[in-house]
Each structure stands twice: as structure tokens, then as C-alpha cells.
């Protein structure tokens, strides 16, 4: 069974992850959507919020599902028996970040090699960032263009 972990923070989910997601469920036989958990990092939305938001998004989605975990991708996917990470490029600046990572998760697994599958963000959504969400929710502007219909505040 061919499983990718898609780990991230979803602080909170957006269209640009969703479309990532979408597109890789016809590769895959099932996606677990993992939330990284960071004691040092400050969130908007709680871990409950954030799983409550994706789940919502993909409830018709059989082959998706939702999880939250702590300390290294890597050892997460190994918990889980996962030999693939996805993950989303939107610009020059992640595919630098994202090359760092993808080559030290491979370097650290080298019994059981990792591999990472890139997806290129679609025409339209590469601009989107939960960061950015994030910014507008605060300022009470209209954020929900950008998310899917689950995230509500
Ligand atoms: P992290 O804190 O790990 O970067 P994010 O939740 O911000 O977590 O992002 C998770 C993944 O989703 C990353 O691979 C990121 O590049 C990807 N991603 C985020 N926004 C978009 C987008 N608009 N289009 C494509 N991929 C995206």
C-alpha cells in the first residue's frame, strides 16, 4: 500500500494546501494529513481546531486522513510505516528550504530510504499562505476566500 504523510502546521489549512492534497490522492492509496507539533512555536488555532477544519475539509475523501504528531517527520513516518513525504513548492524560497530537508530526511534514513514527492502549487494558489490567513483574520478582512469552507472563526 502506497501511504504519503503530508505534514505541516495547517495553522490554519488553506485552498493551496487542499489543491496539494486533491491532486496527490489519485498517486496514493491513502494521505495522512499530519499536523507537527512544536512546543516553542506560537499557533492562532488550537491542535483540536486545526484537526476539526481538515477533517470537515475532507469528510467525502475516504483515502484522507488527519493526525497530529511531535518531534521528527521522519521518525512519525516510521511509526506509521510510511515510505513517502508530500509536500507542496511554491516559489524559489521552498524549494531551497524544502531541498534541505528532503536531503537530510534521506540521509537520516538510510536503511529505509524516505522519499519526498514534490507537487508545483497551481496556477493561482501560490500566492496563498496560512501565514498570510493568518494576518488577515486578525485584521477582520475576508479571509474566507482563501480557506476552505470548514475554517470559520
Ligand atoms: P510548514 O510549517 O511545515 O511549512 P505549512 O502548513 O505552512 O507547514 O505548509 C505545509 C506544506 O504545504 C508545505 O509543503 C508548503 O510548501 C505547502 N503549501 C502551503 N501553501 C501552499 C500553496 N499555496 N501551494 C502549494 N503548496 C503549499
Do not use: W
Not at 491542535?47 to 493526525?67: A, C, G, L, W
Not at 507537487?119 to 496563498?128: D, E, P, Q
Amino acid at each position: 500500500m502506497k501511504t504519503a504523510v503530508f505534514p505541516g502546521s495547517f495553522d490554519p489549512i488553506t485552498l493551496g494546501h487542499f489543491d496539494i492534497v486533491e491532486r496527490a490522492v489519485p498517486l496514493f492509496d491513502k494521505i495522512i494529513i499530519a499536523i507537527g507539533q512544536n512546543s516553542q512555536k506560537k499557533y492562532m488555532f488550537s491542535i483540536e481546531q486545526r484537526m476539526d477544519f481538515i477533517k470537515k475539509t475532507f469528510k467525502n475523501f475516504p483515502n484522507v486522513e488527519v493526525d497530529s504528531f511531535e518531534g521528527l517527520t521522519i521518525d512519525y513516518c516510521r511509526s506509521k510505516d510510511v515510505n513517502f513525504i508530500l509536500r507542496g513548492l511554491r516559489n524559489p524560497a521552498d524549494f531551497e528550504f524544502e531541498k534541505a530537508i528532503a536531503q537530510t530526511n534521506r540521509t537520516l534514513t538510510q536503511d529505509n530510504k524516505i522519499e519526498t514527492i514534490f507537487l508545483l502549487t497551481s496556477a493561482g494558489k501560490s500566492f496563498i499562505s496560512s501565514s498570510i490567513v493568518r494576518e488577515i483574520i486578525s485584521f477582520k478582512g475576508n479571509y474566507e476566500i482563501l480557506v476552505p469552507d470548514a475554517v470559520r472563526v
